[in-house]
């Protein structure tokens, strides 16, 4: 059996880092860095309309224990995303209301499980962001130990404590907290790019010309013909 562990310091990236990461949202974000770190679309949002970003404090639990979870706690600070993994796949309801009114009160930002939720609706009504696997009303035991910050695996992307994770309706990106700098430059950047593209398009011009695209579906034997009967 392998060492558990509550690993209790948790290097973060600043903070106005991760507030421009989350201000440019999860699909500009993955696009600049390379279309990387995009948790899989099974892990979705409970809600519509939130968006956050943060700091990952990672758990790694037992399937249907959330013990680990509530170890976890302590070790949020504000601002942090608390991600929760488990050692094989479950949909056990890991996090509910209670757990939520915990978390809030330690600042957390918001939910990202490779598991299941419970007490949706009562998550809805306290506006606690959370983004599951799945939606259960199986309930879990205290009896496993696990891991709180150590290398998780969620929405097949892997997650180290001290990760910015950004999180919309689009779903989760996580960035590497030593690459997030960077990613941020190239967020930026993207969205500066975007901005002269959405001018040309709202002007009239087709993307087929923008981004050169009919000289490209020529060159690949696509023909402009006249007439609905023209390709039969």
Known sequence: MGRNVVITRVERCADQVIAGLGQAGVATVHEAIGKRGLLEPSISPLQQGSSIAGSAVTVLSAPGDNMMVHAAVEQVE????LVVATTSPSTDGMVGELLA???MKRGCRGLIVGAGVRDVAALRAMGFPVWSQAIHAQGTEKRTPGSVNVPV?????????????VADDDGVVVVERELAGGALTAALARIEKEAVTRARLEAGELGLDFYGLRERLANEGVEWVDGPDAGE
């Open 101 to 103: 009114v915990s978390l």
């Open 153 to 165: 695996v969620v929405g097949g992307v892997a997650i180290r404590p001290g990760d910015v994770v």
């Open 78 to 81: 504000p601002g942090d995303i």
